[in-house]
């Protein structure tokens, strides 16, 4: 929601957001470093699970939206933006999306841009809660950890999976909004030049 309103959500909640996912970073690692054990780590949730999983291409999950740019664009100003987006996405850095599509003060790319990151961290929480992924191991990484290679080392193979799971539901989520957006700029550039 900051971002809409072109401040760095991160950045703006960092003090809070670290505050409390470091504390349990830092404990879910000592635990790990005393035990080797996954499954007695008391935190599901950390620093470094909320970015690896909720936060793929940067703030919204915008590595769906790069790859919906790709494959449906009409207009040759929305694939460039995503040519020069995808390096960054990749390392998790959106900047050039967010102002370039642009999701700043967009209300059609603002409802996928924060719903994405909410159902991908319900259904990484409901993954890891049950079972299906272990829970991330306590390795702290750095938030610019490219995706897939972020789930294995945080959580194996099944961690890895989910993230390209999850890569495939942002794109279906930002699908319509971004057709709408893109349909309603070619309108106008077809219009322009009649």
């Not at 879910?28 to 008391?42: G, R, S, V």
């Not at 193979?157 to 971004?178: D, E, M, N, R, T």
């Amino acid at each position: 929601l900051f971002w809409f309103f072109d401040l760095h959500g991160h950045n703006v909640l960092a003090p809070v957001m670290d505050g409390i996912y470091g504390v349990a970073l830092n404990e879910n690692t000592a635990i790990y470093e005393a035990t080797k054990d996954i499954a007695q780590l008391p935190w599901t949730w950390t620093r470094g699970s909320f970015d690896a999983y909720a936060q793929m291409g940067g703030s919204g999950v915008t590595l769906g939206l790069i790859i919906a740019i790709f494959l449906l664009s009409k207009r040759e100003d929305h694939k460039t933006i995503a040519k020069l987006a995808a390096p960054m996405g990749v390392f998790n850095i959106n900047e050039p999306l967010v102002f370039g599509v642009p999701i700043v003060l967009n209300p059609i790319m603002l409802i996928p841009f924060i719903i994405t990151p909410l159902l991908l961290t319900t259904i990484t929480y409901l993954a890891m809660t049950s079972g299906i992924v272990p829970l991330t191991n306590g390795i702290n990484l750095p938030w610019t950890m490219p995706p897939i290679i972020s789930g294995f080392i945080l959580s194996g193979w099944q961690g890895a999976a989910l993230q390209v799971g999850l890569i495939a539901l942002s794109f279906g989520i930002y699908y319509p909004f971004f057709k709408v957006q893109d349909n309603k700029a070619y309108a106008i550039e077809i219009g322009e030049e009649e």
